[in-house]
């Protein structure tokens, strides 16, 4: 017996899965949850990374703002839990680098 026609669901789950979409579309959530949290202007001097392991990575423009933002990690792992429950977040690590 033939099997059925494969459910849409599956096809569009593969296809966002071998384009890499799903992994633009987080990025775009963290970079949207970030930006609520520290704001604009802190926005703007920062990067957003991945997550992985439940650690989001930021990059900072300059070790003097790595500093401050290290200040308030346990606040802004709350802020950003709270605005993405679900994926996961336990820590954030920082790191001084190139923000473009």
Request: aromatic share 4%.
């Amino acid at each position: 017996m033939a099997p059925g026609p494969e459910r849409i669901d599956r096809i569009l789950a593969e296809l966002m899965a071998r384009s890499g979409y799903g992994r633009v579309q987080a990025a775009a959530t963290w970079e949207a949850a970030w930006r609520e949290v520290v704001g604009r202007e802190l926005a703007g001097q920062t990067r957003v990374g991945r997550l992985r392991r439940g650690r989001l990575d930021v990059i900072v423009v300059n070790s003097t703002l790595l500093q401050e933002m290290a200040f308030r990690k346990a606040e802004l792992v709350k802020a950003l839990q709270r605005r993405l429950p679900d994926e996961g977040l336990r820590e954030i690590r920082f790191r001084v680098g190139t923000v473009d």
